[in-house]
């Protein structure tokens, strides 16, 4: 709130990173209509599929497709395909794949990662996705789109 009436200093307060600010003496009512507007602004849903290459993900709907066409994959190869796609052409370490889908608990036997990237791979191949995952070699994966798509 502010008793600022010159112009050019109102548009400084903008300049300087200011969304929004409010005269003196200040309206209650209008207070309160604008907490609302920045609410209304702040809850807004944006589309949330995820879109890589001919690849769909809904997070919500825990759906995949291809190119439209849906694609059934496993529990566990959905949750590697969604760690990876929101980290899309960045490397995931090993560990931090292993951290996301197993608990503490959960029984895992030494190369079931890698058997659900076999899986996930094979997947994405037989449904024609340009997506393809990539072994950095004592590191992780990487989640990268093939030749053909970057053309």
């Known amino acids: 709130m502010s008793s600022i009436n010159d112009l050019e200093k109102r548009i400084a307060i903008f300049n300087g990173g200011a969304d929004d ?3 003196k003496p200040v309206s209650f009512d209008e207070l309160i209509a604008r907490m609302r507007a920045i609410l209304r602004r702040s809850t807004q849903v944006t589309d949330p599929i995820v879109v890589f290459g001919n690849l769909n993900f809904d997070p919500i709907g825990r ?3 291809v ?3 849906p694609l059934k994959i496993a529990r566990r190869e959905l949750c590697i395909l969604e760690h990876l796609l929101i980290r899309a052409g960045r490397i995931v370490p090993r560990a931090q794949l292993e951290d996301h889908l197993y608990s503490f608990n959960d ?3 030494a190369n079931a990662l890698e058997v659900g990237i076999y899986r996930l791979r094979g997947h994405l191949r ?7 995952i990539t072994t950095m070699r ?4 990487i989640l990268e789109l093939t030749e053909a798509a970057s053309a």
């Open 21 to 23: 600010f409010l005269l």
């Open 63 to 65: 759906q995949v497709s």
């Open 67 to 69: 190119s439209g066409h």
């Open 107 to 109: 029984e895992v036997s």
């Open 126 to 132: 037989r449904s024609g996705a340009t997506p393809r």
């Open 138 to 141: 004592g590191i992780g994966y």
